[in-house]
Structure formats: C-alpha cells, structure tokens
C-alpha cells in the first residue's frame, strides 16, 4: 500500500519535514518513491512556505490509490483535495483493566473498613478491666 507522508529531515531539535509517496512497510526515513512537497512546523502558521506541494503530482498519487497519513491530509484538506475529520476517541481517557480492578479492590477495602467502624460504634464498649496493683519493692537504705 502506497502512503504520502512524512519523512524527518534537518538537525536535532530543528525539524524539517519533507512530504513523500512512499511504501507503507519502508521506515519513515528510509526509501520513498518520490518527494511531493515539504512542511517545516519551525515557520509560522500563516507563512506561505510553512508547507510546500506539487498539487499535479498529489493528484495524480492520489487517483492511484496512494493513502495520506493523517496529519498530510489534515495539509491537503485545507486545499480541498482530501476530506479530514478530526478522530474521536472516547476510551482513550479510560482506565486499562488492571487499573479498575485496582480501583475496584481499593473501593472494596474502604467499605470494608467504614462497615467495621459503623460495628465498632454500635457495639457497647467492654467492661474496663482492673489490673491488679502490683506493689513496687521498697529500697533498702545502705548499712553505714
């Protein structure tokens, strides 16, 4: 499957991107059949030269069946050429299973602990117990 996207170019910490049809197994900076365009996120949103495209080329990779990647067709949906919707993912946020169970055990502990305190107060105290007083030895004083 052909893909148009993104290959990182440039210096660490200056990105610079190039746009490029390449197969979709090839690694991300690797081998590309051909450039297409170029997108440098350093620029600023309203620059003309933020994001450059050979349109005929994009058109003609698109009609044979080549697939944007997701943020190459938010650029080309700007131009009208792909239709882009911003992906919604409600489970994203959610909890994996061991983090409920977790949850669910610490919930289980707390009920456990407020029933036995709601039993402790609602059980008459016991009756004091009365330690026998323990008699303390007397110190003998030297002989002189």
């Not at 170019?9 to 190039?18: H, L, T």
């Not at 933020?50 to 190459?72: C, H, I, N, Y």
């Amino acid at each position: 499957m052909l893909k148009i996207r993104l290959a990182r170019g440039g210096a660490k910490k200056r990105p610079y991107y190039s746009i490029v049809v390449a197969d979709s197994h090839s690694a991300r900076d690797g081998r590309f059949i051909e450039k297409v365009g170029t997108f440098n996120p350093l620029l600023a949103k309203d620059h003309p030269e933020r994001f450059t495209l050979k349109l005929e080329r994009v058109k003609e990779w698109l009609s044979k069946g080549a697939q944007p990647t997701d943020r190459v067709a938010r650029f080309l949906s700007t131009l009208g050429l792909v239709e882009w919707a911003h992906g919604n993912n409600p489970n994203k946020g959610k909890p994996g299973k061991k983090a409920e169970e977790r949850a669910a055990e610490r919930a289980q502990r707390e009920t456990d602990r407020a029933e036995a305190a709601a039993a402790a107060a609602a059980a008459p105290p016991p009756p004091p117990v009365e330690e026998p007083a323990v008699e303390e030895p007397v110190a003998e004083a030297p002989a002189a």
